[in-house]
């Protein structure tokens, strides 16, 4: 449970895309600006972007969270990913020529990053295009240029991919899902998460995409109300399908009367980096199980 609470509730601050200071905009990355050979990356889907972009050898040091690809652990860890779990002194320490960071978890690194003459990135994805244009952004800072732009192709073709095999359904209508981040208060996604975007391309509609946050509390009699077709959950969270068929109020609703209640990987899911296209292919996976023969 505390690991969900770091990367659900982190990302209610957070989840990357191209911002960047010392570079703003990727059209204004100079030439003159070197290509960083010591990079810190202080998030899971940093370092999954840096590796997917073939720049793993000029990471010098990731959180101890970075865990795919597997590789990445055996690179040194300057501390967790919660910006308060890692220190200024630890990341200097790496002699870091740039350092990786997060909207909304590592802002106050900068001012003192950037007085040490260090360049930073900001990340902050709130959608897939975001996450597409920071892969793009990234490859092109680290000197690998050409390797985003086929890495960002890959993804666009998992989504097609995922697009083709939802239409061989030939569903009537998008079945409907709760996806739970948290429940005590009950949390979910809305419209301005990328993993809304997940879901739609996935062929289902998010209960709460009608909200304009992230990841809003909402209350169980909501829940109970918009009576939601399928019901999705994190795999590190300490519950089971079983729990959720236990809660009585909820016996009415379409997804417990049909058993679709599924565990979903929370670290292919959650983390804006390379994976994005698996994460919608895996919940295709999932979709097709559920809705394929009615």
Request: hydrophobic share 45%.
């Amino acid at each position: 449970m505390k690991r969900l609470l770091v990367s659900f509730f982190a990302f209610y601050f957070i989840w990357c895309s191209a911002e960047v200071f010392a570079f703003a905009k990727r059209e204004t990355v100079q030439a003159s600006d070197a290509v960083p050979a010591r990079i810190v990356s202080l998030s899971p889907a940093a370092t999954e972007i840096l590796f997917a972009v073939g720049a793993e050898k000029q990471i010098v040091a990731r959180t101890n969270l970075c865990n795919y690809p597997k590789e990445a652990e055996k690179i040194p860890a300057v501390g967790g990913f919660d910006g308060k779990l890692s220190s200024l002194e630890n990341i200097i320490a790496f002699k870091p020529d740039l350092v990786y960071l997060t909207d909304g978890m590592h802002n106050h690194f900068i001012e003192p990053l950037t007085s040490y003459g260090i360049r930073v990135y900001v990340s902050k994805a709130h959608s897939l295009n975001d996450v597409l244009n920071e892969i793009e952004t990234v490859a092109e800072i680290t000197g690998h240029k050409e390797n985003g732009v086929k890495c960002v192709e890959n993804i666009k073709n998992e989504f097609k991919q995922a697009e083709a095999e939802i239409k061989k359904l030939k569903l009537e209508e998008n079945p409907s899902v709760y996806w739970e981040i948290w429940n005590a208060p009950y949390m979910s996604i809305g419209n301005a998460s990328f993993l809304n975007e997940i879901v739609e391309l996935a062929g289902l509609t998010n209960i709460f995409a009608g909200l304009n946050q992230e990841y809003p509390v909402v209350s169980e009699e909501s829940i109970i109300a918009k009576n939601p077709d399928m019901i999705l959950f994190p795999s590190d969270a300490a519950l089971s399908k079983e729990d959720f068929m236990k809660r009585a109020s909820w016996k009415t609703i379409s997804a417990l009367k049909n058993g679709r209640i599924y565990a979903i990987d929370a670290d292919l899911m959650s983390r804006p980096g390379p994976r994005v296209g698996k994460a919608v292919l895996a919940l295709t996976s999932i979709v097709k199980e559920a809705f394929g023969e009615q």
